[in-house]
């Protein structure tokens, strides 16, 4: 047992572990639990020569061996990470915790506290006590600095001087404040309250994405919200519960719940937009109204418009005709919204659209910024060409270095780190793309722990890595954080029926396909794999119809697989042959590909087989041959 632990039993030490695992600052993310977890148990069985970056990254964080510290930073990441979400904890639900688990700067040695009150013990406010048995410089990393020893204050008497010192620091204080004042505002209060009220919000446009202001929605018809008027037998009309306020709320709730977009509060968050400006990004804004008209059977039809702000005009119009709430109005208030953000809020919808045309037409995505390296990879995903993915993936690591906030930035860095690995394009030495797809991901999440998008990325991640448990728990947080997001809904889908889950998945992804008609390629991969899973041929082989050309590795992969079930050699050998050109790790490693795409061990047999027949080479597992 080490010094620094003599005097606390590994019991209470396992307790205090307990309780900040099952915390909100630690529940939420698997890493963080996965490093406190082995640097306590291994600090308590006497092993801290073990606790270093490298066993870190292989025990707690499932690398591989070959797993190098000095070149990938994963684990100074995620200590940093850990580090704040403890201090978290400690002043929040912690703070009455009798032992306080610190990991200090420097080391990873974990250090326990004993605590009284809600601070460590034998301390006063502005005092520092050194922590038993802490050695600082003990397992530095490459890069990192020992910390500055704690030195221990000497207690100050807290007298009357002290007192009169503080009254007559305050007075100075408010004496300059009045000063400045006067020179701000010569007309006094009056003048001040005035320019408060009437200044419109200076807001910066950081990102340059576009900006939506939804207005109140207009209702008319037989019946108005809050009127009880008596049909033939005398009771409330239904469509008294789908009132035009009920709408816009929602409406406004899932725009806000995209990455991608950014929802005003009013018209005066809006920023200058600049529309025609070439010298910098142009701003995108739009504003979204609607008409809710209820009809003397009890039907109502919602008619919306979006209008560019602008050049004014109209840029999208549609009526959704002969709804009915029934039983439960607000399912299907859910999927009205769900119709809508899939035509309006996607990133293939029909306001991207827009403002990247306006992005082109104002000289291109270099000069839009955070949001033209946005464009970047969505621009990769619609033709997956090397050099579009290339251009994306520099454009965002510069971006995100010069602005480590940008959440969005990280999270769309993991996708196309890991579409080196799975769509075979631009892998570079260094560290695995796995590693820096994760190492992204968790930054994002960090950055942004309510963002559905995120957390579908991290899903993404952990299903490619092979942590089942992990990508599952991520795709129910990003589909409960925005259930309108049909691109969530697909992808969650798509990776349940791969990992065994097929009925749930395929409900998913035929909610999906109900909502939006024109989806990404990968939509289809994954319709395709739900109907070979299933046995479902002609599905499989109508879904396979729809997947894009050459340049997308998965794409070969699922028509391959759709024409292998239906007998058609042919084209199953020819589509094999392009996806191991694409993909050269196909050819090279062909077991460990069908594992990652394929975590169900039936499904992923089934997949062996078939790619078998079709020429695929080097299986190690029994195949048909």
């Given at each position: 047992?080490?010094?620094?632990?003599?005097?606390?039993?590994?019991?209470?030490?396992?307790?205090?572990?307990?309780?900040?695992?099952?915390?909100?600052?630690?529940?939420?993310?698997?890493?963080?639990?996965?490093?406190?977890?082995f640097?306590?148990?291994?600090?308590?069985?006497?092993?801290?020569?073990?606790?270093?970056?490298?066993?870190?990254?292989?025990?707690?964080?499932?690398?591989?061996?070959?797993?190098?510290?000095?070149?990938?930073?994963?684990?100074?990441?995620?200590?940093?990470?850990?580090?704040?979400?403890?201090?978290?904890?400690?002043?929040?639900?912690?703070?009455?915790?009798?032992?306080?688990?610190?990991?200090?700067?420097?080391?990873?040695?974990?250090?326990?506290?004993?605590?009284?009150?809600?601070?460590?013990?034998?301390?006063?406010?502005?005092?520092?006590?050194?922590?038993?048995?802490?050695?600082?410089?003990?397992?530095?990393?490459p890069?990192?600095?020992?910390?500055?020893?704690?030195?221990?204050?000497?207690?100050?008497?807290?007298?009357?001087?002290?007192?009169?010192?503080?009254?007559?620091?305050?007075?100075?204080?408010?004496?300059?404040?009045?000063?400045?004042?006067?020179?701000?505002?010569?007309?006094?209060?009056?003048?001040?309250?005035?320019?408060?009220?009437?200044?419109?919000?200076?807001?910066?446009?950081?990102l340059?994405?576009?900006?939506?202001?939804?207005?109140?929605?207009?209702?008319?018809?037989?019946?108005?919200?809050?009127?009880?008027?008596?049909?033939?037998?005398?009771?409330?009309?239904?469509?008294?519960?789908?009132?035009?306020?009920?709408?816009?709320?929602?409406?406004?709730?899932?725009?806000?719940?995209?990455?991608?977009?950014?929802?005003?509060?009013?018209?005066?968050?809006?920023?200058?937009?600049?529309?025609?400006?070439?010298?910098?990004?142009?701003?995108?804004?739009?504003a979204?109204?609607?008409?809710?008209?209820?009809h003397?059977?009890?039907?109502?039809?919602?008619?919306?418009?979006?209008?560019?702000?602008?050049?004014?005009?109209?840029?999208?119009?549609?009526?959704?005709?002969?709804?009915?709430?029934?039983?439960?109005?607000?399912?299907?208030?859910?999927?009205?919204?769900?119709?809508?953000?899939?035509?309006?809020?996607?990133?293939?919808?029909v306001?991207?659209?827009?403002?990247r045309?306006?992005?082109?037409?104002?000289?291109?995505?270099?000069?839009?910024?955070?949001?033209?390296?946005?464009?970047?990879?969505?621009?990769?995903?619609?033709?997956?060409?090397?050099?579009?993915?290339?251009?994306?993936?520099?454009?965002?690591?510069?971006?995100?270095?010069?602005?480590?906030?940008?959440?969005?930035g990280?999270?769309?860095?993991?996708?196309?780190?890991?579409?080196?690995?799975?769509?075979?394009?631009?892998?570079?030495?260094?560290?695995?793309?796995?590693?820096?797809?994760?190492?992204?991901?968790?930054?994002a999440?960090?950055?942004?722990?309510?963002?559905?998008?995120?957390?579908?990325?991290?899903?993404?991640?952990?299903?490619?890595?092979?942590?089942?448990?992990?990508?599952?728990?991520?795709?129910?947080?990003?589909?409960?954080?925005?259930?309108?997001?049909?691109?969530?809904?697909?992808?969650?889908?798509?990776?349940?029926?791969?990992?065994?889950?097929?009925?749930?998945?395929?409900?998913?992804?035929?909610?999906?396909?109900?909502?939006?008609l024109?989806?990404?390629?990968?939509?289809?991969?994954?319709?395709?794999?739900?109907?070979?899973?299933?046995?479902?041929?002609?599905?499989?082989?109508?879904?396979?119809?729809?997947l894009?050309?050459?340049?997308?590795?998965?794409?070969?992969?699922?028509?391959?697989?759709?024409?292998?079930?239906?007998?058609?050699?042919?084209?199953?050998?020819?589509?094999?042959?392009?996806?191991?050109?694409?993909?050269?790790?196909?050819?090279?490693?062909p077991?460990?590909?069908?594992?990652?795409?394929?975590?169900?061990?039936?499904?992923?047999?089934?997949?062996?087989?078939?790619?078998?027949?079709?020429?695929?080479?080097?299986?190690?597992?029994?195949?048909?041959?």
């Amino acid at each position: 047992m080490d010094a620094g632990l003599a005097a606390l039993p590994p019991e209470a030490a396992r307790a205090a572990l307990a309780r900040v695992l099952m915390s909100e600052e630690l529940s939420s993310s698997p890493q963080l639990s996965n490093i406190l977890r082995f640097v306590v148990e291994a600090t308590l069985e006497g092993r801290r020569d073990a606790i270093k970056g490298y066993t870190i990254a292989v025990e707690a964080l499932g690398r591989d061996a070959s797993f190098d510290p000095q070149a990938d930073p994963i684990v100074r990441v995620e200590a940093t990470r850990l580090r704040r979400a403890l201090e978290r904890y400690y002043a929040g639900a912690g703070a009455q915790d009798e032992i306080e688990i610190v990991v200090p700067r420097g080391s990873y040695v974990p250090q326990f506290v004993p605590r009284r009150a809600g601070t460590r013990e034998g301390t006063e406010a502005g005092e520092r006590l050194p922590v038993p048995g802490a050695e600082p410089a003990d397992l530095l990393e490459p890069g990192e600095v020992a910390p500055v020893p704690a030195v221990v204050a000497v207690p100050v008497r807290r007298g009357l001087a002290r007192g009169w010192a503080g009254l007559l620091l305050l007075l100075l204080v408010v004496a300059s404040v009045v000063a400045l004042f006067g020179v701000l505002y010569p007309g006094g209060w009056r003048s001040a309250m005035s320019d408060v009220a009437f200044r419109p919000i200076e807001r910066f446009n950081r990102l340059g994405i576009p900006m939506i202001e939804v207005r109140s929605f207009d209702e008319t018809g037989a019946s108005q919200p809050g009127v009880t008027q008596a049909d033939a037998s005398g009771g409330a009309s239904p469509s008294a519960d789908f009132p035009a306020r009920a709408i816009e709320v929602r409406v406004r709730d899932a725009l806000a719940r995209f990455d991608l977009l950014d929802v005003l509060s009013s018209p005066d968050a809006r920023p200058s937009l600049g529309c025609a400006s070439t010298a910098n990004a142009p701003h995108s804004a739009f504003a979204l109204g609607g008409l809710v008209e209820h009809h003397e059977d009890g039907a109502i039809s919602v008619l919306l418009r979006l209008t560019d702000l602008c050049d004014g005009t109209i840029v999208w119009s549609r009526e959704f005709d002969g709804l009915r709430p029934g039983s439960d109005s607000s399912a299907a208030e859910v999927a009205l919204v769900r119709e809508i953000m899939a035509a309006i809020a996607e990133p293939y919808g029909v306001i991207q659209a827009r403002a990247r045309s306006r992005v082109v037409a104002a000289g291109g995505t270099a000069t839009a910024g955070p949001y033209g390296c946005v464009l970047e990879a969505y621009g990769y995903w619609r033709s997956y060409a090397a050099p579009d993915h290339e251009r994306a993936r520099a454009c965002l690591e510069k971006a995100v270095q010069n602005d480590g906030t940008f959440a969005l930035g990280y999270a769309l860095l993991a996708e196309l780190y890991l579409d080196e690995l799975r769509n075979g394009v631009n892998p570079r030495p260094g560290p695995p793309s796995l590693n820096r797809a994760l190492a992204a991901a968790e930054q994002a999440v960090e950055l942004a722990p309510t963002s559905a998008y995120v957390r579908r990325v991290l899903m993404d991640v952990h299903f490619f890595r092979g942590a089942r448990g992990s990508a599952i728990a991520a795709g129910e947080a990003a589909l409960a954080l925005n259930p309108y997001d049909v691109d969530v809904l697909a992808d969650v889908g798509g990776r349940l029926v791969a990992l065994g889950q097929p009925e749930r998945g395929e409900a998913l992804l035929s909610s999906a396909s109900l909502s939006a008609l024109g989806m990404p390629p990968w939509v289809d991969f994954h319709r395709v794999i739900a109907a070979y899973a299933r046995g479902d041929i002609p599905a499989a082989a109508a879904a396979a119809d729809h997947l894009m050309g050459d340049g997308y590795a998965p794409g070969l992969l699922a028509r391959a697989l759709a024409s292998a079930s239906a007998g058609e050699m042919a084209a199953a050998r020819a589509d094999v042959q392009k996806l191991t050109e694409i993909a050269p790790e196909w050819a090279s490693q062909p077991d460990v590909m069908v594992s990652r795409f394929f975590p169900d061990p039936a499904l992923a047999q089934r997949v062996r087989e078939d790619l078998a027949g079709a020429g695929l080479r080097g299986f190690k597992a029994a195949a048909a041959n």
